[in-house]
């Protein structure tokens, strides 16, 4: 899903969330320009080991990052109300801000959040995003999230309380598939710019692009171990 009202949103965030009962329980998130195909793998990793999954869709072109959160909290709400204990959620990109964005307003949506995988997400913020947020046509390339992803506005995203944080870069292991970027990089994010200092129960680095990191195998089975067992190896 590209466009839509908040209301669109809203809706479909409600009927991604199934009625089965559900203990176990995710919210998967994708990343701008992407659509909830690129999480199926993982959807069905997850659904194979017994959780129930919400693959969100979302507008990532239309509408600001506090309209995604409020949708993901709805259905993770749903889900709660379908019996869910407690919320894991998984974000690529900027799913990872979305995700923060609805964990972190859980207590006033009546749900508690479990664990959190950042995929790809740029935790700090993008420097390729930092250097052209100002050059003429960037809102139109983004839209209104484009500036939660410079380093100023994934800084004011919160890290919410939660049952703990892994973190999944992409990279090469050593200078990265961008020659542009400092540091080891997965095209588009730095490994550093994917770090949460502090806040991480584990990390791992994914020899892999961007886009492709949440359709790895390393990054699925790292994404399934940690959601059911909290640990990154």
């Not at 390339?141 to 049952?163: E, F, S």
Request: charged letters at 15%; aromatic letters at 4%; hydrophobic letters at 45%.
């Amino acid at each position: 899903m590209a466009a839509g009202t908040l209301e669109d949103c809203v809706a479909q965030a409600e009927r991604s969330a199934p009625s089965m009962g559900a203990k176990r329980a995710a919210v998967l998130l994708h990343g701008l320009w992407h659509h909830p195909g690129i999480m199926l793998r993982l959807k069905a990793a997850l659904e194979t080991q017994g959780w129930v999954v919400a693959n969100v869709g979302y507008p990532s072109m239309r509408l600001p990052l506090a309209a995604h959160g409020e949708a993901a909290s709805l259905a993770a709400r749903a889900l709660a109300q379908d019996g869910a204990g407690e919320i894991a959620f998984v974000g690529h990109s900027l799913g990872g801000l979305v995700a923060r964005t609805a964990m972190a307003s859980a207590a006033t949506q009546g749900w508690h959040p479990g664990r959190l995988v950042l995929i790809g997400s740029p935790a700090q913020g993008s420097a390729i995003a930092g250097r052209f947020q100002n050059a003429p046509g960037y809102g139109k390339v983004t839209g209104p999230c484009g500036a939660a992803v410079t380093p100023a506005g994934a800084a004011a995203v919160a890290v919410p309380d939660c049952k703990g944080i892994l973190v999944i870069a992409g990279g090469t292991g050593g200078q990265g598939y961008n020659p542009l970027l400092r540091g080891d990089n997965d095209g588009l994010i730095a490994v550093a710019e994917t770090r949460l200092p502090g806040y991480e129960a584990g990390f791992q680095l994914t020899r892999a692009l961007h886009r492709s990191l949440p359709t790895k195998p390393d990054t699925i089975a790292a994404c399934v171990r940690f959601l059911e067992t909290g640990k990154a190896d």
